[in-house]
């Protein structure tokens, strides 16, 4: 199969990694507190590591201070708009450890990408906390690499969904999507999990690589043809009369920009509709396929898709 050792590293160790919040952040030998201010209250150490809104109102102002008091950092709300939530929380893989704190504006605080949720994520330096940019909103959460630590962004294309890695530069204090994913990790969409036999049929051209101007072959896609993605690939599996098509991997042009409805500085990272690929193996050839007529052209149906 046509991944490199990156992506296939990529693929098999995207877990999630545990986060952990309390009262007090222990990091790089130093210990740091969430203070925060309540509309018309001083401000105050949460004895929690999480500050709400209440029945008095949301969150005017949040710091983070060390163990003497100093504070490391802080944030107001936008006027007019105070936080409803704010938690400290830190997570460590691999030798690397990033403290961060989630905010947001909205009622509800679930798990996945949520545009209102922006995070701000610092390096635990052993003197003191250095802020990583830009803040984020919009990522899944964070991806257990042999490295270290990466963010992840999962997204709906329709026919597909795929996930990007976001590195934390530490040369630089920067947050970059990772360089050189040749290819990401693709995955069904929700609720279609299942592969069977496809109706589609028909010519397609299948590329030798993720470009419009690559080497291109003309393969037939037989009625009745098996779809299966990568995650249910099994060595040991009888094999299926008829034609399989293998759906290996996902590639689109991304990149971080301003995000909509968001404080200046605050990005997201964001894909290209108009230039989706996929990976495929089928009839002993390996190559991508892009447009929504080659993803039904192989049995994929869309859906709601992200953009």
């Known amino acids: 199969m046509a991944f490199t050792s990156f992506v296939l590293l990529t693929l098999l160790s ?7 919040s309390g009262a007090m952040v222990r990091a790089s030998g130093h210990t740091y507190g969430l203070f925060c201010s309540q509309e018309g209250e001083l401000i105050r150490a949460s004895e929690t590591g999480l500050c709400e809104k209440t029945e008095s109102g949301g969150v ?31 997570v460590e893989n691999a030798g690397r450890e990033i403290l961060y704190v989630d905010t947001s504006h909205d009622e509800i605080h679930g798990s996945g990408p949520n545009p ?24 899944d959460g964070f991806a ?3 490295t270290g630590i990466a963010l992840s962004r999962t997204f709906n294309a329709g026919f597909f969904q795929f996930s990007v890695l976001l590195d934390f530069n530490v040369a630089n204090h920067h947050i970059e999507i990772m360089p050189d994913q040749i290819a990401f990790p693709a995955f069904p969409p929700p609720g279609r999990q299942k ?11 299948i590329y030798s690589s993720h470009e419009s101007g690559a080497p291109k072959t003309d393969i037939k896609i037989a009625p009745g043809h098996v779809v299966k993605w990568w995650q249910s690939l099994d060595p040991g599996e009888k094999l299926v009369a008829g034609q399989v098509v ?11 920009k301003p995000a909509d409805n968001a404080p200046e500085g605050v990005r997201m990272v964001y894909y290209d509709w108009n230039n989706l690929w996929l990976q495929i193996q089928v009839d002993d050839h ?22």
């Not at 008091?69 to 830190?90: M, N, R």
């Not at 592969?195 to 051209?205: N, T």
């Not at 390996?286 to 953009?307: D, P, V, Y």
């Open 195 to 205: 592969s069977g036999p496809s109706p589609a049929a028909g010519e397609i051209k």
């Open 116 to 139: 209102t949720h922006l995070i701000y994520y610092f390096d635990p330096t052993p003197s003191g906390l250095v802020a990583f940019n830009p803040p984020m909103v919009g990522v």
């Open 144 to 146: 257990h690499l042999s």
């Open 14 to 20: 995207q877990v999630p990694v545990q986060a952990s």
């Open 286 to 307: 390996t190559g991508w396929i892009k447009g929504t007529s080659g993803f039904r052209m192989i049995g994929l149906e869309m859906a709601n898709a992200q953009r």
């Open 246 to 256: 293998k759906i290996l991997a996902a590639w689109a042009p991304t990149s971080l």
């Open 60 to 90: 005017q102002r949040f710091e983070i201070r060390d163990e003497t008091g100093e504070v490391q950092f802080f944030q107001d709300a936008p006027a007019g708009s105070p936080f409803s939530y704010v938690g400290i929380f830190s």
